[in-house]
C-alpha cells in the first residue's frame, strides 16, 4: 500500500472488516477495501472468493454480519440497491438486466422513475453516449443490439445517476478484445473525471492493462494488495490460488489421423426467436487434434453445441458426419454409441440432473457405452464403481457417489462431467466452455485432461469465448460470427489482433454482405 | 428484525421428506378435530366415528381396502406419469371409460358363451377395462405430442365428456329395462363379478391384483431403465434431450400407464362392489388419486399408505354422516386439508424454519 491516513479524506470507500456468514460458509472474513477518487480498483480472485458477495454488500443486495462500510468518510449502512444509487453508487451486472422487446430508452426510464419526458430522456442518452464514446440508438430494441451494445446501454444507464462510484462485474466477457480496448479508454474517462471504479475481473492482461491498485481475495479473505502494473500474470495467479499455476503439457500434434467429424454444409434454422441460425458450416476435425470455435457468445455457438451433440435433430442426414456415418437425423444417445462424447455449455440441469445423485448422474450418458445398463436394468453397483472411479481420478469434492449433482460447487461439477465424459474414451469429444466459472487449479487439471485424450488419438472440438483458453488449447482455431465458421488456421498463425477482426465476422473469402452486418453489430 | 425466518437448507432434509405426509396427516386430523368442535360435535366423539369406526373389525378393515384399492391403482398409473412432469389429471375420465369398456364385455360377453367361463369372462373385461382407459388417455397424449396442447387441461376437461357419454349409455341404450327407470345397467352376471377374497366380505381379487402391480411399479420406477428415464425427464428436461431420450415416449408412457390403471380400477368397481354401471360410478377417486399420489411421495410403497389414509376419509365422512348426521362434504373437506397441509409441509423439505433474532446483521 502506497497510502496513509493522511489520505483517508480522499477516500471514496473503505471497508473495514467486512464479514458476510451463510449458513454454513464464511463468504467474506474480514475483509478490508480502500478506494480513493478517481481510483481503477481491481477486485481479483478465483470463483468462491468472495467477490460477488462483497459486491452486493457494497450494492445494497445483501447487508455484511459484522464490519463497517465508510462512504466518502461517513460510516454507512445501505439497505438496498435504490439507496446505493441514491448515494451514488452504480453497478453493471456480467448478465444483463434488459427488457429485450422494450427500446434503449424504455429500458432507461425504467431504472429512472423521475423521468417522464421521453424524448428529453432520449437526447440525454444520446448526450452521454457521445460523451464517452458509448454509441448507441437510444430508440432501437434490445432484442436487435449485440451483447456489447446491451453492455453500453447498461453503462449508460449507469452514467445518467451520475455515480461516483462505478462497479464492472466481469465486463469484457462479452465482448471481442477490440470492444474492450473501447470501454477501457470509456472507463480511462470517467475516472478522470473523478468517478471511482471497482472493477471485478480474473482477466489478468486486462487488469494489468487497466487498474490502479488491486485487492486479491482468496477463500473469503484478502490475500495481497498491490499494484497490478508492478506484477507479472505469474505472481498475480499465485496470489490468487496460494500456489504456483500448473504448467500445460501440449506437445504438437504428432500423427494426424482420419477425418471424425465433418460438417459439410451444415445449416439450421433457430427455434428460439431471439437465437442464431447455423449458415453454411464447413469444418473437418481429425483424430489427434483439437480444434476450437472462437467467437463472442451469441453467435450461434450453443446452436453449434445443439446440432452436433445430437439435442437439436436436424433434417437432413448429410450434414453432420460422425465417424463416416452420415448422423445429421440421429438422436444424442445414438451418436453416443458412435463413439462421440459432448460436454454441454449448462452443466446443472443439462449435464447433469441436479436433484439425482453423482452414480444416477453416470447413467445419463453411460448407459450402454460403459455397460450401466443391463437387460433394460440399471445397474446400482456398476454406476457406483465408476462414480467411484471418476471422483477419484479427476479429484471431485465431494460427499460420494451418492451425492446429489447440485450438491457440489460449480467445478467440482464440471470435473466429473468431463471426466464422466473423458473416462468413455470417446474417439471425438464436443466441449462447450470446459472451464468457464472453474477456478484456475482446476482449470489448468481440465485442460491437461482434454490434451491427454488428444494425445491418445481422439479429436476433440472445443467451444470457448476465452480467447487464451483456445490459444491454450488448440491445434488449429475456426472463428464463430453470426452463425457462420471461418476456415480453421494453426493457433500458432493466430494473432490476438487478427482474431478479433475475424470475430467480428471479416475474415478472407467471408460473405461480404453479411460480414459488414456483423461489422456493424460489434463494431467498436 | 423479524422473529421467524425462513431459511434455505444446503440439501433437501431426507427425515423432511418422508415425515411431510406424516406431519400433514397428523394436522388434518387436528384440524379435523377443530371442524368437529365448530359444528358443535363433540371432537372425542367426532374422531371416534371418523377415525376409529372404519377400524374397529375385520369387516370395517376389509371395507377399507375395498376403498383404497381403486385408489392405489389410479395413482400408481398417475404417478409414472408425475414422474416425468406429464401431468394426466383426467384419471377420473379415464377411470369411467374403463367401467364403460368393462362392462361392454359383461352385457354382451353372455351372449357370446362367456358366462360359462368366469376366468375368460373377467380377463376380457380386465383388458377392455385397462385398453379402454389407455385410449382415453390417448387423446390428451396425441394432442400433447402433435399439437403441444395442455395435457392438464386436455385430460380434464374429457373428466366431464366421459360422465356424460357415461350417463348417455346409462340412461339410454344400456339402462336396465327392470331397474325401474334408475340410471343403471342391469347387474351383472356372477361370471362377470369378481371373485371375493375373504368370506363374509367384498373384498375381492382386485386387491391382491392391485398390490401386484404396485410391486411391479416400484421395480419400473425404481430400478429399470425405462423408468430411470421417466425420472431424468421430470428432473431436468434439457438432461433429458441431452441424453437423447424422447420427450414424446415420455407423455405416450405417463399418460398410456395412467389411463390403463384407471381403466382396470373402473373395471374392479363394476365388477366389484357396484356390479353394475351407475352414472355416479367414480365418485371422485380419479380426482382424490392425484392427492394420493403426492402424499405417497409419487413412490408404490408410499401410495399404498396413502391410499389407505385416503379411503379412511372417504369412509370415516360416511360414518359422520351417519351417526353425527354431518354433510357428506365432510370427506371433500379432510381430502383438501390433507393436500393443503402436505403442500405446507413439504416447504420444509427444503427450507427451515428459524426462531429467533437474525443471527446476521
Known amino acids: 500500500m502506497v497510502r496513509n491516513d493522511a489520505d483517508a479524506p480522499a477516500l471514496r470507500l473503505e471497508l473495514r472488516g467486512i464479514s458476510k456468514i451463510y449458513p454454513g460458509v464464511v463468504a467474506n472474513d474480514h475483509v478490508d477495501l480502500r478506494v480513493a477518487a478517481g481510483e481503477i480498483h481491481a477486485v481479483i480472485g478465483e470463483n468462491g472468493a468472495g467477490k460477488s458477495t462483497l459486491m452486493k454488500i457494497i450494492y445494497g443486495v445483501t447487508p455484511p454480519s459484522d464490519g463497517e462500510i465508510i462512504w466518502e468518510g461517513h460510516p454507512i449502512e445501505v439497505d438496498s440497491p435504490a439507496e446505493a444509487r441514491a448515494l451514488g453508487i452504480g453497478m453493471v451486472f456480467q448478465h444483463f438486466s434488459l427488457f429485450e422487446t422494450l427500446t434503449v430508452t424504455e429500458n432507461v426510464a425504467l431504472a429512472l422513475p423521475e423521468a417522464r419526458d421521453m424524448p428529453a430522456l432520449a437526447a440525454r442518452i444520446a448526450e452521454v453516449s457521445q460523451r464517452y464514446g458509448l454509441p448507441v440508438d437510444p430508440r432501437a430494441h434490445v432484442h436487435a443490439l449485440s451483447v456489447g451494445e446491451r453492455q453500453r446501454v447498461e453503462i449508460i444507464r449507469c452514467l445518467l445517476q451520475n455515480p461516483r462510484l462505478l462497479i464492472m462485474d466481469e465486463p469484457t466477457s462479452v465482448l471481442t478484445p477490440q470492444a474492450a480496448q473501447k470501454l477501457f479508454e470509456t472507463l480511462r474517462q470517467l475516472a478522470a473525471e473523478g468517478c471511482s471504479i471497482l472493477y471485478i475481473s480474473h482477466k489478468l492482461d486486462e487488469i494489468r492493462e487497466l487498474c490502479h491498485h488491486a485487492t486479491v481475495m482468496r477463500g473469503g479473505r484478502v490475500s495481497g494488495v498491490c499494484i497490478p502494473r508492478e506484477e507479472s500474470n505469474h505472481t498475480l495467479a499465485a496470489m490468487m490460488i496460494g500456489r504456483d499455476l500448473p504448467v500445460g503439457d501440449h506437445p504438437p500434434v504428432e500423427q494426424i489421423g482420419e477425418v471424425r467429424l465433418r460438417l459439410d454444409g451444415l445449416s439450421l434454422a433457430a427455434d428460439d426467436p431471439f437465437g442464431t441460425d447455423l449458415r453454411d458450416i464447413h469444418l473437418d476435425i481429425r483424430g489427434g487434434e483439437i480444434v476450437g470455435i472462437a467467437g463472442v457468445s451469441g453467435n450461434g455457438q450453443r446452436e453449434l453445441q445443439q446440432a452436433l451433440s445430437g439435442e437439436t435433430p436436424i433434417d437432413d442426414k448429410s450434414p453432420v458426419q460422425i465417424l463416416g456415418v452420415e448422423a445429421g437425423r440421429l438422436n444424442a444417445a445414438a451418436r453416443r454409441r458412435l463413439g462421440m462424447a459432448c460436454v454441454p455449455e449448462d452443466r446443472l440441469g443439462c449435464g447433469a440432473v441436479p436433484a439425482m445423485s453423482l452414480s444416477e448422474n453416470a447413467v445419463l450418458t453411460g448407459a450402454d457405452t460403459l455397460g450401466l445398463v443391463r437387460k433394460g436394468f440399471v445397474s446400482k453397483r456398476r454406476a457406483t464403481e465408476f462414480a467411484d472411479q471418476c471422483i477419484a481420478s479427476y479429484d471431485v469434492k465431494c460427499s460420494g457417489p451418492e451425492a446429489a449433482a447440485k450438491s457440489l460447487s460449480g467445478g467440482n461439477l464440471q470435473k466429473y462431467i468431463v471426466g464422466r465424459e473423458i473416462l468413455q474414451e470417446p474417439k471425438l469429444l464436443v466441449v462447450a466452455q470446459p472451464t468457464w466459472g472453474v477456478d484456475v487449479g482446476a482449470a489448468a487439471f481440465l485442460r491437461q485432461a482434454i490434451i491427454d485424450l488428444r494425445n491418445r488419438g481422439s479429436a476433440i472440438l472445443v467451444i470457448s469465448e476465452e480467447l487464451d483458453e483456445l490459444f491454450e488449447l488448440c491445434d488449429r482455431i475456426a472463428v464463430m460470427a453470426e452463425g457462420r465458421i471461418s476456415p480453421a488456421r494453426p493457433a500458432t498463425e493466430f494473432s490476438m489482433e487478427e482474431i478479433g477482426v475475424w470475430m467480428a465476422g471479416l475474415w478472407p473469402g467471408a460473405d461480404t454482405s453479411a460480414a459488414r452486418a456483423a461489422s456493424e453489430k460489434a463494431a467498436a | ?361
Open chain 2, 1 to 361: 428484525m423479524k422473529w421467524i425466518r425462513i431459511e434455505a437448507r444446503q440439501e433437501p432434509d431426507p427425515l423432511m421428506r418422508f415425515g411431510s405426509p406424516v406431519l400433514a396427516v397428523t394436522l388434518t386430523v387436528l384440524a379435523g378435530l377443530l371442524v368437529f368442535a365448530v359444528l358443535g360435535k363433540d371432537p372425542v366423539e367426532g374422531f371416534k366415528v371418523f377415525f376409529l369406526n372404519p377400524l374397529r373389525d375385520t369387516y370395517a378393515l376389509s371395507e377399507l381396502f375395498l376403498k383404497a384399492t381403486p385408489l392405489m391403482l389410479c395413482a400408481l398409473g398417475l404417478a409414472v406419469g408425475f414422474q416425468a412432469n406429464v401431468w394426466n389429471i383426467g384419471a377420473e375420465g379415464q377411470f369411467i371409460f374403463g367401467a364403460i369398456g368393462a362392462t361392454g364385455v359383461a352385457l354382451y360377453g353372455g351372449e357370446l358363451g362367456l358366462a360359462n367361463s368366469p376366468t375368460l369372462m373377467l380377463g376380457l373385461m380386465m383388458l377392455a377395462g385397462a385398453i379402454s382407459g389407455a385410449l382415453y388417455a390417448a387423446i390428451p397424449a396425441w394432442l400433447r405430442t402433435h399439437f403441444h396442447a395442455s395435457e392438464i387441461l386436455v385430460s380434464l376437461m374429457l373428466v366431464y365428456v366421459a360422465n356424460l357419454f357415461c350417463s348417455w349409455l346409462v340412461f339410454g341404450p344400456w339402462m336396465d329395462p327392470d331397474g325401474q327407470n334408475f340410471p343403471q345397467t342391469r347387474s351383472f352376471d356372477d361370471a362377470a363379478l369378481l371373485p371375493t377374497i375373504l368370506e363374509g366380505t367384498r373384498l375381492n381379487l382386485a386387491l391382491p391384483l392391485a398390490l401386484g402391480l404396485l410391486l411391479i411399479g416400484h421395480v419400473y420406477l425404481n430400478h429399470s431403465y425405462a423408468g430411470f428415464k421417466m425420472r431424468v425427464a421430470g428432473g431436468a428436461e434439457f438432461a433429458a434431450r441431452y441424453a437423447g431420450y424422447s420427450s414424446r415416449r415420455m407423455v405416450w408412457i405417463g399418460l398410456l400407464a395412467g389411463g390403463a390403471t384407471a381403466g382396470l380400477a373402473g373395471m374392479a368397481e363394476v365388477a366389484g362392489p357396484v356390479g353394475q354401471l351407475t352414472d355416479k360410478i367414480a365418485a371422485g377417486y380419479g380426482f382424490a388419486a392425484i392427492i394420493v399420489a403426492f402424499v405417497g411421495r409419487l413412490n408404490p410403497f408410499g401410495i399404498f399408505l396413502a391410499s389407505v389414509v385416503m379411503a379412511l376419509f372417504y369412509i370415516g365422512g360416511e360414518q359422520a354422516q351417519q351417526y353425527l348426521s354431518l354433510p357428506s362434504a365432510i370427506a371433500k373437506v379432510f381430502q383438501g386439508l390433507l393436500l393443503f397441509f402436505l403442500l405446507a409441509t413439504d416447504l420444509f423439505v427444503n427450507y427451515r424454519l428459524r426462531l429467533g433474532r437474525s443471527a446476521h446483521h
